[in-house]
């Protein structure tokens, strides 16, 4: 049996994509193990998910360190101890310190709720909706120094509708962020990922479809 791909998921809150991936783990569609969820907040209802299905689970309060980096370092301790190949940001609310991202490059991945490289950062939803686009969605991608700005491995498009509000928007964003990140995993469990520059090259099992998508729709 092949060796399966060691996930460290590192979660703040609810952890619905955490809980996704375990779901897909469970089911047999992703060769992955996790290794270990961290949280910085000790209420993350993510850790009770982790413990639910018999997972380490672990908080690290950033309070309780002098500065970002010391936090850092403990989460590269417990990762490291813990033989993570790849990092998992699920809804992880903070930013890594240049000490994290250089021991894990190009092996910590992170969910954005929006089409980057638009709408970088937080509130993106309403941000969307505020600049009247006709198409919002999610991105997986490698996560570098910047804020959102890494290569991008995997997007997926939902419209945006007359009278959306950033909460009904949002709703329907995370139902294919629960689709994509699973995904895009399984894409570097397999090998299937090269990094050029800030392209990301994915050896396909078939061809893409050539279809357009069209908000609102066009009238015959």
């Known amino acids: 049996m092949a060796q399966r791909l060691k996930l460290g998921v590192l979660i703040s809150g609810g952890g619905s994509n955490l809980q996704s991936i375990i779901d897909h783990i469970e089911r047999g569609n992703l ?22 299905h018999g997972l380490p689970a672990v908080c690290v309060r950033h309070t309780d360190f002098s500065d970002r980096e010391a936090f850092d370092r403990e989460l590269l301790r417990i990762l490291t101890s813990s033989g993570v190949d790849l990092v998992v940001l699920a809804g992880f609310m903070r930013i890594l310190t240049p000490v994290f991202l250089r021991a894990f490059e190009k092996r910590i991945i992170n969910i954005h709720p929006a089409l980057l490289p638009s709408f970088p950062g937080t509130h993106v939803q309403q941000k969307a909706i505020d600049a009247g686009v006709r198409f919002s969605g999610c991105t997986v991608h490698f996560v570098d120094e910047g804020i959102d700005t890494g290569p991008i491995i995997i997007q997926a498009v939902v419209p945006v509708l007359e009278g959306d509000t950033a909460q009904t928007l949002a709703d329907r964003i995370l139902k294919e962020e629960h689709k994509i990140y699973p995904q895009a995993i399984r894409y570097f469990a397999e090998g299937r990922i090269r990094v050029e520059g800030l392209r990301v090259l994915i050896s396909a099992s078939g061809s893409a479809p050539e279809a357009a998508l069209h908000n609102p729709p066009l009238e015959s």
């Open 31 to 52: 060769a992955a193990k996790i290794q270990v969820v961290i949280s910085n907040n000790p209420d993350a209802y993510g850790l009770e998910r982790a413990r639910k």
